[in-house]
């Protein structure tokens, strides 16, 4: 496969993953500011820009209006929604002939239909769209798609996003201390509330949730259970196996990180748990550069913000 596809369709994979998980903190932390009467909303607005790799425009207070206008509607903005649908646009354009129809034209109508403005009473209702429409994207894929190395390639940028995203879910935690977001809210914001209650068989606790969250084997939104699906899709490009170690510096930094959360105990990675969040964090970036300089090694070098790829 020509190595410009080949990153196009991991950038699709990853723009899409990545217009889901922002709408989804930004849905948990705008309504908590709503909620919460004595929470200082620069503050709160300020350390959700910081972990989403965003910084405030201006030495102003930060507002809830700041953040909205920056991370979901702003398309000049690499953190925004509105940039990461854009740029699953535009690498499906650029792999057009690889790419479905169906994904094209699904790709292709939710940019065009991506707000400029949005009004307060519709802020919910455009979080939940972006959702529905990286849900029907990746139905798209999952249904119509051989597993061919195409697949592949789109998969494993998913995964990877994913490890990301729940990661800059976890961390925001301990974003204002005792205002933050509980464990409730944080399962909700994952999908997880349902999965954990038949799981766990009662109300949330930090160690449970947490360890749930980071830990779980089955739960397609925990951060081991993507990377060791991230881990499969990267044997099934690359399927050569070592004698000894791994040579592959994708699967070593991805593994590495695993080890590091399964063996340790949930209560060390409470404690630590915006230093370790953010580690998960630079594993993912160590990896997605270990895949470009092994798959598509002569484009410029991407980061988390400021992708143009």
């Given at each position: 496969m020509l190595s410009r596809i080949a990153e196009s369709l991991f950038w699709i994979?990853?723009?899409?993953?990545?217009?889901?998980?922002?709408?989804?903190?930004?849905?948990v932390h705008l309504q908590l500011l709503l909620e919460d009467p004595w929470i200082d909303e620069d503050t709160?607005?300020?350390?959700?820009?910081?972990?989403?790799?965003?910084?405030?425009t201006s030495g102003e207070p930060v507002t809830r209006r700041d953040v909205l206008n920056q991370l979901a509607v702003d398309r000049t903005n690499p953190?925004?929604?509105?940039?990461?649908?854009?740029?699953?646009?535009?690498n499906a354009r650029r792999a057009r002939e690889i790419v479905s129809s169906e994904l094209w034209e699904t790709l292709n109508t939710t940019?065009?239909?991506?707000?400029r403005r949005l009004h307060d009473e519709k802020v919910h209702e455009f979080f939940g769209w972006v959702r529905s429409r990286s849900a029907l994207a990746v139905g798209i894929t999952e249904s119509s798609v051989s597993r061919d190395e195409a697949w592949q390639f789109l998969t494993?940028?998913?995964?990877?996003?994913?490890?990301?995203?729940t990661a800059r879910m976890l961390a925001t935690r301990s974003l204002t201390e005792a205002s933050g977001p509980s464990w409730t809210t944080i399962l909700r914001s994952c999908g997880a509330h349902e999965a954990y209650v038949r799981t766990y068989r009662g109300m949330p606790s930090a160690s449970n949730a947490a360890e749930f969250l980071l830990l779980d084997r089955l739960f397609p939104r925990s951060v081991t259970y993507s990377i060791h699906r991230a881990e499969d899709c990267m044997r099934a490009i690359e399927p050569a196996a070592d004698r000894v170690g791994y040579s592959n510096a994708v699967l070593r930094a991805l593994g590495r990180m695993r080890a590091e959360l399964e063996y340790r105990p949930v209560s060390e990675l409470l404690a630590e748990l915006?230093?370790?969040?953010?580690?998960?964090?630079m594993v993912t970036r160590e990896a997605s550069e270990a895949i470009r300089a092994r798959f598509f090694p002569t484009h410029a070098e991407p980061s988390w913000i400021?992708?143009?790829?």
């Amino acid at each position: 496969m020509l190595s410009r596809i080949a990153e196009s369709l991991f950038w699709i994979g990853r723009y899409i993953e990545r217009s889901d998980g922002t709408a989804r903190i930004l849905e948990v932390h705008l309504q908590l500011l709503l909620e919460d009467p004595w929470i200082d909303e620069d503050t709160a607005c300020r350390s959700l820009l910081g972990v989403m790799g965003s910084q405030p425009t201006s030495g102003e207070p930060v507002t809830r209006r700041d953040v909205l206008n920056q991370l979901a509607v702003d398309r000049t903005n690499p953190s925004s929604i509105a940039y990461s649908l854009q740029a699953a646009r535009e690498n499906a354009r650029r792999a057009r002939e690889i790419v479905s129809s169906e994904l094209w034209e699904t790709l292709n109508t939710t940019y065009s239909r991506v707000p400029r403005r949005l009004h307060d009473e519709k802020v919910h209702e455009f979080f939940g769209w972006v959702r529905s429409r990286s849900a029907l994207a990746v139905g798209i894929t999952e249904s119509s798609v051989s597993r061919d190395e195409a697949w592949q390639f789109l998969t494993l940028g998913r995964w990877i996003e994913r490890t990301d995203m729940t990661a800059r879910m976890l961390a925001t935690r301990s974003l204002t201390e005792a205002s933050g977001p509980s464990w409730t809210t944080i399962l909700r914001s994952c999908g997880a509330h349902e999965a954990y209650v038949r799981t766990y068989r009662g109300m949330p606790s930090a160690s449970n949730a947490a360890e749930f969250l980071l830990l779980d084997r089955l739960f397609p939104r925990s951060v081991t259970y993507s990377i060791h699906r991230a881990e499969d899709c990267m044997r099934a490009i690359e399927p050569a196996a070592d004698r000894v170690g791994y040579s592959n510096a994708v699967l070593r930094a991805l593994g590495r990180m695993r080890a590091e959360l399964e063996y340790r105990p949930v209560s060390e990675l409470l404690a630590e748990l915006p230093d370790q969040m953010e580690r998960v964090q630079m594993v993912t970036r160590e990896a997605s550069e270990a895949i470009r300089a092994r798959f598509f090694p002569t484009h410029a070098e991407p980061s988390w913000i400021g992708e143009t790829s």
